[in-house]
């Protein structure tokens, strides 16, 4: 096992980072590998918005949950797809260009193309040693986050990155099992075998959360699923979608 494949598979989520600011290096580092992702078509319909203003962080914190480690990082990214750069390039080549940005498949290649930049940096920023958490909090309000962070129409904050030097390791929450997610030639649709497999990994997950938590939780996978589905969220993203320029058809 290589480097690489060591420091993906040693992934878990950290929420508590030491009081230490990452150096203007490691930042340049970690955006660098982010722009080394695939794009389709080279593309590249995405921007990274680095947050260092005290204030715009404690902002951030209280819009995405009151989420301490938001605030308390060695660096918050934000990462946006972006198509606003594409409407300024149709501009300076005088090409009609609307049409295509306000397409369905240019918002999915715009989600795409910021997901996979996103991974890239997350792995670069574990390979050099730090921590990560994923904030997909930033979409409570969205609104108020372009504002505060002073975002054109066509680009969206689809997720904040906070990263920074660990200050307390969790444990790695296990997986789906990989026969499970993993599939040959079709998609397997034998129920008997899926639910056993559910089964099982609800076992383990249950077993994990009671060791994790000394017997205060204990909670199945399928059951924390199917009670976060239950209840529907942030059901303004179509209309906030629209109302930024992206009318998709």
């Known amino acids: 096992m290589n480097d690489v494949i060591a420091t993906i598979l040693n992934h878990r989520s950290i929420r508590q980072f030491e009081d230490r600011p990452l150096s203007d290096e490691q930042i340049n580092t970690i955006v660098s590998c982010a722009q080394a992702a695939a794009t389709s078509s080279f593309i590249q319909a995405y921007s990274i918005i680095g947050v260092k203003d005290k204030e715009k962080k404690r902002k951030l914190a209280e819009l995405t949950g009151n989420q301490e480690y938001v605030e308390k990082n060695g660096h918050f990214f934000v990462f946006c797809s972006d198509l606003f750069r594409h409407t300024v390039v149709g501009k300076r080549e005088q090409k009609q260009v609307t049409a295509t940005l306000e397409s369905t498949e240019k918002f999915m290649v715009a989600l795409i193309d910021t997901s996979l930049a996103a991974q890239n940096a997350a792995v670069a920023a574990e390979s050099l040693g730090l921590g990560i958490c994923y904030i997909g909090g930033i979409r409570n309000h969205l609104e108020e986050v372009k504002r505060l962070l002073n ?22 929450k296990p997986r789906l099992p990989f026969a499970h997610v993993y599939h040959e030639d079709e998609y397997e649709q034998d129920m008997e075998r899926f639910n056993h497999q559910l089964d099982d990994y609800d076992q383990l997950i249950s077993n994990y959360y009671q060791t994790r938590t000394n017997g205060q939780r204990k909670d199945r996978w399928t059951e924390q699923i199917a009670n976060m589905l239950s209840k529907p969220t942030r059901m303004y993203m179509k209309e906030f979608i629209q109302k930024n320029k992206l009318d998709l058809h």
Do not use: E, N
């Open 151 to 172: 975002i054109p129409d066509r680009v969206i904050p689809l997720f904040g990155l906070a990263v920074g030097y660990p200050a307390h390791l969790t444990d790695k």
